[in-house]
């Protein structure tokens, strides 16, 4: 499967890449390409824990079931505006 991997603000200048393209095995978790990428890209793996993770824009949790030609937006999580 290909899977397109979309990262945000302070996530994009850690890995110098705003998208990612990414072959994972059939039925693969986002935990699992969340996994890959923290092993690759070391430098996000004090983030983990705060990142949003998106599927086609929506708002899903790591347990989600990837599939082929999905795409995965990774953000920091969003703060400011006025309370």
Known sequence: MRIRVKL???YREL???RDLLRSVPDGVRLADLLD???REYPRLAGHRDTMLLAVN???VEPTERLRDGDEVAIMP???GGRP
Do not use: I, K, M, N
């Open 57 to 59: 824009r929506e708002f």
């Open 8 to 10: 945000f603000a302070t």
């Open 77 to 79: 999580p969003v703060s």
């Open 36 to 38: 890959g990428l923290l």
């Open 15 to 17: 890995v110098g890449a």
